[in-house]
């Protein structure tokens, strides 16, 4: 039985970064008992998941979880931005970074010297579990300067308590489970070492449709913040990647009257949307030489997020078939939520 409480945290190892918790081996020995019990399947990475509270996760990142749980401690301000893995998190990081920074880097000067253009979204927009609370126990995030923005995979209901109970603002993002299904697909290839290969993507898809992936099941991810989204409408903002593919501009000032902080009539006149869309473009940040060679705080190339981030390209690698399985468990998941993906 899964014990209600996990053990105390031990102190946390020097310097424990991304890649060293990939494997499993590798990972410190905190709380074995208690992970032993949680029921496990392998998973894509090269690591097992672990079923806790009804969603998959790798093994590794528990602890860091479990630790954000017991330590973040939220301000009104904060803005998390929530994905499920490979949901377009990259983009909608550097496009809140920009819009909630605008005012600070609005001159020519300071664009010239845009922090969009030497750091990685990823690092400007770091991850609860993912990165901060992976590297310490309890990092001092009380000296930064509000708004707060933070990144987390974190289903709803494993959200810290203060995120919860504080006037923070959520912004999650879905992506159409297709597409975020080959998008994961690609990104574990690039974890594999290479005299393995690729992993066949229907061995994935099986995993996938059982629920079985990252932070998963997909559709449980989803419905948790959709459910949330429309029980508290103004903490909770539901956007979909196609939705902004399809009208950036849109989607961008809808993001701004959410938070807080609305487009004025002369910033709509000068182009500060078009300017921000236009600086946060995929063709702009993928031609960055800090996102083509660099390397994020936590140790992985700035370039395995940077892909194609195209509408449908699923049907490039999958059969028809493929993706009406994929339907087919969407339909059921969604059966009555009145949530169309």
Not at 76 to 88: A, F, N, Q
Not at 133 to 144: T, W
Not at 187 to 196: G, I, Q, T
Not at 300 to 317: I, K
């Amino acid at each position: 039985m899964q014990p209600s409480q996990p053990p105390p945290l031990p102190p946390p190892s020097p310097s424990p970064l991304y890649l060293k918790y990939l494997r499993e081996e590798d990972m410190p020995q905190a709380f074995p008992d208690f992970l032993s019990s949680l029921p496990l399947e392998e998973g894509w990475f090269p690591t097992s998941l672990r079923s806790y509270q009804g969603f998959w996760l790798p093994s590794w990142i528990l602890k860091p979880i479990l630790t954000c749980q017991n330590h973040f401690q939220a301000d009104p301000s904060d803005v998390l931005l929530v994905t499920s893995p490979k949901s377009g998190t990259t983009w909608l990081a550097a496009i809140l970074f920009a819009l909630v920074n605008r005012a600070k880097y609005s001159d020519s000067c300071s664009q010239r010297s845009h922090p969009l253009l030497t750091q990685n979204p990823h690092d400007l927009v770091p991850s609860l579990e993912f990165n901060l609370y992976l590297k310490e126990e309890n990092p001092n995030l009380a000296a930064l300067a509000p708004p707060r923005l933070f990144g987390t995979h974190m289903p709803y209901s494993l959200l810290p308590q203060s995120v919860r109970d504080s006037n923070c603002k959520l912004v999650y993002l879905c992506r159409n489970p297709k597409d975020n299904f080959v998008s994961l697909w690609h990104f574990v290839n690039k974890l594999r070492p290479e005299e393995k290969g690729q992993i066949p993507i229907q061995e994935c898809l099986d995993k996938f449709c059982r629920g079985l992936s990252p932070c998963g099941p997909y559709w449980d991810h989803v419905l948790g913040y959709h459910k949330a989204s429309l029980e508290m409408p103004e903490k909770v903002l539901f956007m979909t990647y196609e939705q902004m593919k399809v009208d950036p501009h849109v989607q961008v000032r809808r993001l701004a009257d959410f938070l807080g902080c609305p487009f004025g009539e002369e910033e709509l006149r000068d182009g500060m949307v078009e300017g921000i869309l236009r600086m946060c473009s995929f063709e702009n940040l993928t031609a960055l030489e800090v996102n083509k060679s660099g390397k994020l705080s936590t140790g992985e190339d700035s370039n395995w997020y940077f892909r194609r981030g195209e509408v449908g390209d699923w049907a490039n690698y999958m059969s028809a078939e493929m993706g009406e399985r994929i339907d087919g468990v969407t339909e059921e998941k969604l059966h009555g939520s009145g949530l169309k993906l």
